[in-house]
T-cell receptor
Framework: EPEVTQTPSHQVTQMGQEVILRCVPI?????FYWYRQILGQKVEFLVS????????KSEIFDDQFSVERPDGSNFTLKIRSTKLEDSAMYFC????????????????FGPGTRLTVT | QKEVEQNSGPLSVPEGAIASLNCTYS??????FFWYRQYSGKSPELIMF????GDKEDGRFTAQLNKASQYVSLLIRDSQPSDSATYLC????????????FGSGTRLQVQP
């Protein structure tokens, strides 16, 4: 069964450093997402990406965050200057788009990258 | 503020019983509703989705949606210890949007 993959599984970085989290969405999906979950808290939406551009973003997704689809398979989240409060699980998700009468909104999540900022 | 509310639990049921998980949402514009299961330290796993009022069944799972009451529920029949997890309700709010708003989840414990 196709699945979303993410690398690395765990990233430790120092405050102020840049990190890039990588995701390979399900191959026939066209919408890609990043969510995060701070330990013990809700899953929070960060950004969605479609047709090589951001389609939605939350208040969390400020100028220190960026996303990119550098090639036909990878989808990345960059955090330019990490802060202690960026420590969280970051989940990539993807969903399909149908061009017929019905769209598909089901989002499938990858295993996550645990980001620890020290 | 668009909210999705769930009782945090834990909800404890004996093996073989029906577990009933509930979720309310604040935005009447909400259109699509999802239940995810999340084991400790793992990612959310989609188990059910429902777009129309009424019931939707898939194996041991039934999702129920009542848009007038802004209420969605998940029933798990014949609960198994392996069903012990946190169940997240997620809502797609608004036309043209795809972002999911998650509740804080209900922790389910199935006692053998």
């Amino acid at each position: 069964e196709p699945e979303v993959t993410q690398t690395p599984s765990h990233q430790v970085t120092q405050m102020g450093q840049e990190v890039i989290l990588r995701c390979v969405p399900i191959s026939n999906h066209l919408y890609f997402y990043w969510y995060r979950q701070i330990l013990g808290q809700k899953v929070e939406f960060l950004v969605s990406f479609y047709n090589n551009e951001i389609s939605e973003k939350s208040e969390i997704f400020d100028d220190q965050f960026s996303v990119e689809r550098p090639d036909g398979s990878n989808f990345t989240l960059k955090i330019r200057s990490t802060k202690l409060e960026d420590s969280a699980m970051y989940f990539c998700a993807s969903s399909a788009v149908f061009t017929g009468l019905f769209d598909s909104y089901e989002q499938y999540f990858g295993p996550g990258t645990r980001l620890t900022v020290t | 503020q668009k909210e999705v509310e769930q009782n945090s639990g834990p909800l404890s049921v004996p093996e073989g019983a029906i577990a009933s998980l509930n979720c309310t949402y604040s935005d009447r514009g909400s259109q699509s509703f999802f239940w995810y299961r999340q084991y400790s330290g793992k990612s959310p796993e989609l188990i059910m989705f429902i777009y129309s009022n009424g019931d939707k069944e898939d194996g041991r799972f039934t999702a129920q949606l009542n848009k007038a009451s802004q209420y969605v529920s998940l029933l798990i029949r014949d609960s198994q210890p392996s069903d012990s997890a946190t169940y997240l309700c997620a809502v797609k709010i608004g036309a043209g949007r795809r972002a999911l708003t998650f509740g804080s989840g209900t922790r389910l414990q199935v006692q053998p």
